[in-house]
Nanobody, 119 residues
Framework: QVQLVESGGGLVQPGGSLRLSCAAS????????LGWYRQAPGKQRELVAS????????NYADSVKGRFTISRDNMKNTVYLQMNSLRPEDTAVYYC????????????WGQGTQVTVSS
C-alpha cells in the first residue's frame, strides 16, 4: 500500500504562484512515476504533469507547459508542483498520483487539494 499526503492548495490571484507538495509513504519501492492530475467541476480528470522516479523524465499538458514545473525529492519521497502565472482556468481539485510501471500493478491517489485562481 502507498499513502499520499498533499499540501499547498489554496486561493491565489491570476498571475500568482502556488506550490503543491505530495509526500509518499508505505510500499513505495516499486513506484515508477509520480504525477499531478486535476479535475474541475463537470469535467474529466486530466493529467497536468508527471515525472519518473528513476530518470526524472517529465511530461506536461500543453495548457501548463512553460508555467508549471514538476519535481521530486527522492530522499524525501516527495513530489512538487510549482505553478506560476496562474489563470482562472487552472481552478480545480489537484490530485497526486503514484503508479507502478503498469497501472494494473499499482495505482494510488491522494485526497485532492483545492486550487482556486480568482481575483
Amino acid at each position: 500500500q502507498v499513502q499520499l499526503v498533499e499540501s499547498g492548495g489554496g486561493l491565489v490571484q491570476p498571475g500568482g504562484s502556488l506550490r503543491l507538495s505530495c509526500a509518499a509513504s508505505g510500499s513505495i519501492g516499486s513506484i515508477y512515476v509520480l504525477g499531478w492530475y486535476r479535475q474541475a467541476p463537470g469535467k474529466q480528470r486530466e493529467l497536468v504533469a508527471s515525472i519518473t522516479i528513476s530518470a526524472g523524465s517529465t511530461n506536461y499538458a500543453d495548457s501548463v507547459k512553460g508555467r508549471f514545473t514538476i519535481s521530486r525529492d527522492n530522499m524525501k519521497n516527495t513530489v512538487y508542483l510549482q505553478m506560476n502565472s496562474l489563470r482562472p482556468e487552472d481552478t480545480a481539485v489537484y490530485y497526486c498520483n503514484a503508479r507502478k510501471r503498469l497501472t494494473a500493478l499499482g495505482n494510488y491517489w491522494g485526497q485532492g487539494t483545492q486550487v482556486t485562481v480568482s481575483s
